[in-house]
Structures are given as structure tokens and as C-alpha cells.
């Protein structure tokens, strides 16, 4: 059995992110490294966004950079100026590509692609069992979700963004390639917060994102249903897919972080990186990297990683709304972006905001079902 002073269980963004900057920072070229994942990570199969002002050391991935934004319910559409921000579209093989380049140069670390079976942890070592191999090391990055443990409580509502996408080439230049649609709630909500998300790249070319925080997933042909009828919508009468995602993001504050040892750590999803209340994952997982890189160089206990702060109680109040009222989300988020400043907003969701801050964008919120949820929320927690 070979050991290695750090294994990744699941190459995921926040595994990779996290390898990526290890490398980088230079500190970590005496330590053995392993990634294990049953995804080889050579396709395209999915997308991320993210709002950045600042520049990134992710910008050889970013394919499609908007100074713009469009919000839409079917009662009003506001054009959101991002400036100082820049809305940033990563495909997900110019991501793998970026990070692979640079980590399949280093000797010292090593990629197997095989599926975890089970990890199991003694007080100075972890075992790892894939389906041919096992392993040991000294500390893990684990970003293997654990379904059941969030799922099977009460305390914590655990949402779904679920969403299926079609990058589409239309024959008619119906796109503004200047502009993308942050969220179009004037689809039918049908008793869930609904709407289309689309990231055009030329006047003939976009991707299209039918998408919804709600409990249940549907069925495959009612999210094709409502792509092909918001197209027809725009114009469109002649068109091709050129690609399809499919996915399902966990949205929740159930506190991952308490399932961390001294020598194992949940990253990405499985350790609560995801922004909760819209399910972004790029930003969250490119800050929280940046600090665990920062944290191996100072600490060597996994416990000590996390810190909860206000935002994580802004999003359960949130979360515990939408989870009882899940067809109102439609109408916090048009309160909030109909007469909100958007960098004000953008600033907020990166979770940079002064209290005052907070409470200028907070206000701009249905009062009443914010104030409930937050008896609510106490209620529960108490229990």
C-alpha cells in the first residue's frame, strides 16, 4: 500500500482550486500528493460564473467575460451595470486543462482515476479503498458529498438548484453578446422560484439555463419543455444544440465543517463551500482554497479551519423561507435587484459587506417574512 502525505478524494473544483494553488505557492514540493476521482475530467460538462473586479489567477479559463446584466420578472426587466465588476463565464474542460497543465509537470503529485469505496480513519492515518486500489496518507481533502447526513435532519433546509442547460447556435442574431440574463423570472413558477439564466457569446450563440431552488428535481422533458418555449419567446425558429448540462447543487447551511478531524478536512460541497442562498460555487470555492492553502502553511489540526459568520445566518434565513414559501422567491429577488444598487448587491453575495451594508441591501427584502424566519430559524437551532 503506497502512502502520501495528502490524498484528494474526488476531483471536484474545490480539490483542484485548492492543488492548483499548493503548487503555486511553492510550499508544498517535499509532500506527496494524490487525487483520486472516477472522472477523468476531459470533457465539457459544466459551467461556472462568477463576478470578479480585481482579475483572477483563473483568467486562461474564463471564455466570456459582460460589463452587463439583465434582470427580468414579468413585470419589469432592469439592465444591472456591473462595473467595477466584470460577469465571467469558466467553461469546465479550460478549467480542468489550466489546472492539469500545470499539476502534470509536478512530480510529487500523482492522479488516479478509479472510484473511493470507502475511507476510514485511525487517529494518525487515513485509509482509502477505491474499486482496484488502497492507499494511506496522513491528511485528506475529501470532497465526496455525503448525501444522507444533510438530507436526513431537520434543522437545516436542504434546497436543491437543479438545472438543465443547452448551448444553442441560432440561424436569427437574436443575443446581445454585451449582456448576460443574471436571472428571468418571467417564466411560469408553478409553485417554485424559476427562471432562465443566459450567457450569450455571439448574437447567434448562447447558453440557456432552465433553472430552479426548490426541493424535487422534475422529470428531463419538462425542463426541455420550457427551454424550447423561453426560445421560442425570443424569436427563434430555426436552431442547434451543440452542447447539454445537467446538475444539481446543494443548497444549505447544514454545518459541514463539524464533521472535520484534526487529519480529514470536507471541502467543496461536502464541506459547505457552496454560497448557500444562490448556490454559486465558483467565487466561494476560489476564496475558501486560498485560505486552506494559506492554513496548511500555519496549522496542521482540520478543526480550527472554519469560521461561521454572519452570512452563513443571512442564508439560512433564506433558505428556511424559500423552504416553507418556495414560490415567493420570485419576489425577494425581484425586491432586491428592482431598485437595488448592483455592485451593492454583487458585493453582498461575495460576502464583503460592512454591517451597514448588510442592512442597506437587507432592507430592500420583504420585511415581514425576513423577521418571521428569523423566529423561525432560532426556534429551530434551539431545539
Known sequence: MKHFDYIFTGTGLSALMTIYKMVLSGQFQDNSMLLIDENAKKTNDRTWCFWDKNGTVW?????????????????????LDLKP??????????????????????????????????????????????????????????????????????????????????????????????????????????????????????????????????????EKAEYETEIKKYIQNLGITTYEIIEKEQGSIPMTCYPFWKLNTKNVINIGTAGGWTKASTGYTFKNSNKKSTELVSFLQRETDFTKFHKRTKFWFYDLLLLDILDRKNEIGSTIFSSLFKKGNSQLIFKFLDEETSLKEDIQVILKCPKMLFIKAIFHVVFKTMK
Open 59 to 79: 483568467e486562461d479559463s474564463i471564455s466570456k467575460k459582460w460589463n452587463s446584466a439583465l434582470f427580468a420578472n414579468e413585470d419589469f426587466r432592469r439592465n
Open 85 to 218: 465588476y466584470q460577469y465571467n463565464m469558466v467553461r469546465g474542460l479550460d478549467f480542468y486543462n489550466q489546472v492539469f497543465d500545470l499539476i502534470s509537470k509536478q512530480e510529487n503529485i500523482t492522479f488516479v482515476n478509479q472510484k473511493v469505496i470507502e475511507i476510514e480513519e485511525s487517529e494518525n492515518i487515513i485509509l482509502i479503498q477505491t474499486d482496484s486500489e488502497s492507499f494511506s496518507c496522513s491528511k485528506l481533502f475529501n470532497s465526496i458529498y455525503n448525501k444522507r447526513k444533510a438530507e436526513n435532519q431537520t434543522k437545516y433546509p436542504v434546497l436543491q438548484q437543479h438545472f438543465m442547460g443547452w448551448f444553442i447556435k441560432s440561424e436569427q442574431p437574436v443575443f446581445n453578446p454585451g449582456q448576460a440574463t443574471f436571472m428571468d423570472f418571467s417564466v411560469e413558477q408553478r409553485g417554485n422560484t424559476r427562471f432562465m439564466y443566459v450567457l450569450p457569446t455571439s448574437g447567434t450563440e448562447a447558453l440557456l439555463e432552465y433553472t430552479l431552488f426548490s426541493q424535487n428535481h422534475l
